[in-house]
């Protein structure tokens, strides 16, 4: 099971960032070592962990010295280095399946491209097979993994001894204008690369309130944790969203005579189900970020 962001109580502020921490660099270690067990679940788990440990690095990035700030970001950077693709070819393979639940296969193009869907499921497992089979997760988790080396400790030493509750909470209330001006940023182009910058923000938000609502001894708790289930549910639907973009990128690049099936027309399939799931979640976000940031959590 995942191990979550928790910031325990009996400890200061300082002390339960630099535990946190540790927690998700171990759980971090802990993938790479089960990779050969369960390798989808480890780098996707992997992953996370890292995502978890650079939300706390962003949460705590006015609290930390600029040099070992710099050092750990780039250290947790290189641990994720060429794990994506890993990543999206394991995602992707539900993704086809979750396709056929929602209707979307008998829907587009009358059921013409019925049998398309069904030679892009098998495509895909051999592509993953292929390119992200047991061995590579494993020697790329492991590989990676090197990068973790003492950060823990860094990260606890580049700590400014000052820090306190407020302060944690005003670098939230940052993480929530970054996210917010992310999310205008996205409605008003509706360019992908800014749907992906707005899930890059909103993931680390989500985190922040992971961290802080674990904690039921802190004040206004009650608001931070309804904000982080709110959050959470906004992040998995951009997730999904991003899961079939990476599907549609996969699908671009087949060659249809090797692959068995209509490419173009999948790709272009995909592409309106993408701009019409986009467009519902970016719009039923104003009601997310309708708080001006200084009233966030206030």
């Known amino acids: 099971m995942q191990r979550e962001l928790v910031l325990e109580g009996g ?60 050092y ?33 296969v008998e829907s587009v193009a009358g059921g013409g491209l019925t049998d398309s869907v069904v030679a892009l499921a098998a495509w895909v497992e051999a592509c993953r097979g292929e390119l992200a089979s047991d061995e590579l997760v494993a020697w790329r988790l492991r590989k990676n993994v090197r990068a973790l080396a003492g950060l823990g400790e860094i990260f606890q030493v580049a700590l400014h001894a000052w820090v306190d509750l407020e302060v944690v909470m005003e670098s939230a209330r940052g993480a929530y204008r970054e996210a ?14 800014d749907l992906h910058a707005l899930r890059r923000k909103t993931r680390t ?45 996969i699908v671009g690049e087949a060659d249809e005579d090797l692959a068995g099936f209509d490419a173009e027309g999948l790709a272009r399939a995909l592409g309106d189900l993408i701009e019409s799931r986009q467009d519902r979640a970016l719009n039923d976000a104003a009601t997310l970020f309708a708080v001006r940031p200084r009233a966030f959590l206030a």
């Open 205 to 249: 938000l989500r985190y922040a309130l992971e961290l802080l609502a674990s904690n039921p001894e802190l004040p206004r708790h009650e608001a931070i944790a309804a904000q982080h289930l709110t959050f959470k549910s906004f992040v998995k639907e951009l997730g999904n969203i991003t899961d079939l973009l990476a599907l549609r990128d």
């Open 72 to 104: 750990l970001s780039t250290s947790l950077e290189r641990a994720r280095s060429r794990t994506r693709i890993l990543r999206d070819l394991d995602a992707v393979v539900p993704v086809v399946g979750r396709l056929a639940e929602l209707g979307w």
């Open 180 to 193: 917010r001006r992310a999310w205008k940023q996205a409605i008003q182009s509706g360019a992908i690369d």
């Open 11 to 70: 400890l200061s502020i300082v002390e339960g960032l630099a535990k946190a921490m540790t927690s998700m660099l171990e759980e971090a270690r802990a993938q790479a070592r089960r990779a050969l067990e369960a390798p989808g679940e480890a780098v996707h788990d992997y992953r996370r962990a890292l995502r978890r440990a650079e939300a706390i690095i962003a949460l705590a990035w006015p609290m930390l010295r600029n040099t070992p700030r710099k």
